[in-house]
């Protein structure tokens, strides 16, 4: 039903409607904007999940009815314009025509058929309902307001997840080139496994964004450190590879001649231990040389045939275990020198220390000392036969001191 307006003011009925005019290029132009916005365009193509999948499909909608309800209101400024005409001096009637298409209920925005059941026999076939064109856009502006919410947040979880992710990104692409410069499969592999977790860390935000719009760094911590570790891994073991594509012959013959150094050690080691066997009763825990040298030249060779194949991670690695696998035989060697020859030169000793201490003996005038022969002679039949026993030798030769010394005082 038509509302009755007093005859307003000529001015102000102009002055209303230039502002629904420019009411309805802004909003135009606001739309046009809001479409064209990083944000909506996110929200077109779908996909998400949770809160956000339901908040796409109410902006959609809402958006819709913008454009509904743009096109309701630019048909009521027109008709409130035509209403206006041309002339200088309109007639009231005139200008309560432009007040009802402005500010009455002139604006139809639904019509519904009343289902048989409902109608009386003289009632209305359909039911229309009505507003106001300065209604509309009060609607207009809430629903426009609720629309860029969404699309703002949409946008800066966006941003967030891009500036997290964006150095992981740079480094993964760098990294290619570079993995694919240097012919390296194993790489290439562990760049793939890592771009695949950087997909989903991003695809654990993206999804249901909008549950993150109020976090600066959506993006999983201790997930995106993962990949960056990973990263910086792959980063060194291909400068690795590129110094030992470099110097791949000096560090070939630079193993290759601690190998042999190791089995000549070794072997040094391996004779000692046959010396000590023969001539000297095995103490507990006496040790076992290994020989390394042959299983250490193999690593070696194998790490060379991966780096001629291009395969620079497992060379790098292959080298590197081959290089800790020498450090710790050649000390192991050494170690077993050390303990078979300290025997060797543990009987050398008492033999040496037994024979100047005979020769004190003699000095002192007591070669023909029975008792004191006899414990030279103990000594000396433990240090020259063999196997030696040295525990008893040192014993022995310790007696055959006290008595002389003993005997000096007397």
């Known amino acids: 039903m038509a509302h009755s307006f007093a005859v307003p003011d000529r001015h102000r009925i102009d002055a209303d409607v230039a502002d629904a005019e420019e009411a309805v290029v802004r909003a135009s132009a606001a739309l046009v904007d809001l479409e064209a916005h990083p944000g909506y365009g996110l929200l077109a193509p779908g996909g998400f999940t949770g809160v956000s999948a339901r908040r796409r499909e109410e902006t959609l909608a809402?958006?819709?009815?913008?454009?509904?309800?743009?096109?309701?209101?630019?048909?009521?400024?027109?008709?409130?314009?035509?209403?206006?005409?041309?002339?200088?001096?309109?007639?009231?009637?005139?200008?309560?025509?432009?007040?009802?298409a402005l500010h009455g209920e002139s604006v139809v925005v639904a019509e519904e058929a009343v289902p048989l059941q409902r109608r009386g026999l003289l009632g209305p076939t359909s039911e229309v309902t009505r507003t106001s064109a300065d209604a509309l856009l009060g609607r207009m502006r809430a629903g426009f307001d609720a629309v860029t919410g969404v699309v703002a947040a949409v946008a800066a979880v966006w941003e967030a997840v891009a500036a997290q992710l964006g150095p992981v990104e740079r480094g993964l692409d760098g990294l290619r080139a570079e993995v694919a410069a240097a012919s390296d499969p194993t790489a290439a592999a562990r760049l793939d496994r890592l771009a695949e977790?950087?997909?989903?860390?991003?695809?654990?935000?993206?999804?249901?964004?909008?549950?993150?719009?109020?976090?600066?760094?959506?993006?999983?911590?201790?997930?995106?450190?993962?990949?960056?570790?990973?990263?910086?891994?792959?980063?060194?073991?291909?400068?690795?590879?590129?110094?030992?594509?470099?110097?791949?012959?000096?560090?070939?013959?630079?193993?290759?001649?601690?190998?042999?150094?190791?089995?000549?050690?070794?072997?040094?080691?391996?004779?000692?231990?046959?010396?000590?066997?023969?001539?000297?009763?095995?103490p507990p825990g006496l040790p076992v040389p290994e020989r390394r040298a042959p299983e250490l030249r193999a690593a070696v060779r194998e790490a060379h045939g991966?780096?001629?194949?291009?395969?620079?991670?497992?060379?790098?690695?292959?080298?590197?275990?081959?290089?800790?696998?020498?450090?710790?035989?050649?000390?192991?060697?050494?170690?077993?020198?050390?303990?078979?020859?300290?025997?060797?030169?543990?009987?050398?000793?008492?033999?040496?220390?037994?024979g100047a201490l005979r020769a004190?003996?003699?000095?002192?005038?007591?070669?023909?000392?029975?008792?004191?022969?006899?414990?030279?002679?103990?000594?000396?039949?433990?240090?020259?036969?063999?196997?030696?026993?040295?525990?008893?030798?040192t014993v022995a030769v310790r007696a055959y001191q006290r008595a002389l010394e003993d005997g000096a005082g007397s």
């Open 306 to 354: 991966d780096a001629r194949a291009g395969r620079w991670e497992a060379a790098s690695s292959g080298f590197a275990a081959a290089g800790s696998g020498l450090a710790a035989a050649r000390a192991s060697a050494e170690s077993d020198r050390a303990v078979l020859g300290g025997l060797l030169d543990r009987r050398a000793e008492l033999r040496g220390r037994l």
């Open 62 to 100: 809402t958006v819709a009815e913008l454009h509904r309800d743009l096109a309701l209101y630019r048909r009521a400024v027109a008709a409130a314009r035509e209403a206006r005409g041309t002339r200088s001096r309109p007639t009231p009637e005139e200008l309560t025509a432009v007040a009802e």
């Open 197 to 282: 977790r950087a997909d989903a860390l991003r695809a654990a935000v993206l999804g249901d964004p909008l549950p993150h719009a109020t976090v600066a760094q959506p993006v999983d911590a201790a997930g995106l450190a993962e990949v960056t570790a990973g990263l910086d891994e792959v980063r060194a073991a291909l400068a690795e590879a590129r110094g030992l594509r470099e110097g791949l012959d000096e560090r070939v013959a630079g193993l290759t001649a601690e190998v042999d150094g190791l089995a000549a050690l070794e072997a040094d080691a391996a004779a000692v231990a046959a010396e000590v066997a023969r001539v000297i009763a095995p």
């Open 360 to 393: 004190k003996a003699s000095a002192r005038g007591r070669s023909e000392d029975l008792d004191l022969d006899a414990l030279h002679s103990r000594a000396q039949d433990l240090l020259w036969s063999a196997p030696c026993d040295l525990a008893a030798a």
